[in-house]
């Protein structure tokens, strides 16, 4: 309904996730894969690369998202900034309040939980935020180039 129609510099809530649904839930996806298949494996077989993988792999449904709507979708800076955000609170939110909070808490004091949670969703939005800018500002540069928009079609 209404929150759908919400608009956030001169876009809707619907054309900032709508265009990108498959790359949102693939980095839930991905983010639920790290804490039961992917910690689980580390654990148990010490195997560190697939933290990394998984990692990776929510890196890219971001990058994959800012350069769709930005070469075809017309968002600009801002709207890049405000995605950014938005993926920061859906797979950190997820990974810190959801997960670290309900399903694998951390342990020690609240104050010492509370500071690891925060730090975790401040390092990892730092990452989803230096994503989205980075490539944000390439591809809004890029996006009359009509060689480049042939390219990315398959997004």
Excluded: D
């Excluded at 804490?35 to 792999?57: C, D, H, K, M, S």
Aim: aromatic share 18%; net charge positive; glycine share 6%.
């Amino acid at each position: 309904g209404a929150v759908w129609k919400m608009k956030l510099f001169g876009k809707t809530l619907k054309e900032y996730i709508w265009p990108i649904k498959y790359y949102v839930i693939g980095a839930v996806l991905v983010v639920i894969s790290q804490y039961y298949v992917a910690v689980p494996l580390n654990e148990r077989y010490g195997l560190p690369f697939i933290l990394n993988l998984t990692q990776a792999l929510w890196a890219i449904m971001v990058a994959l998202s800012v350069v769709k709507l930005t070469l075809y979708h017309n968002f600009n800076f801002k709207n890049v900034l405000f995605l950014g955000v938005l993926y920061s609170v859906i797979i950190h939110g997820l990974k810190a309040f959801v997960f670290r909070v309900f399903l694998f808490p951390y342990s020690g004091t609240s104050t010492q939980v509370l500071e690891k949670i925060i730090g975790k969703f401040l390092y990892g939005s730092f990452l989803v935020m230096a994503i989205a800018i980075i490539l944000g500002l390439i591809f809004i540069k890029l996006k009359n180039n009509q060689e480049v928009r042939e390219s990315f079609k398959w997004l």
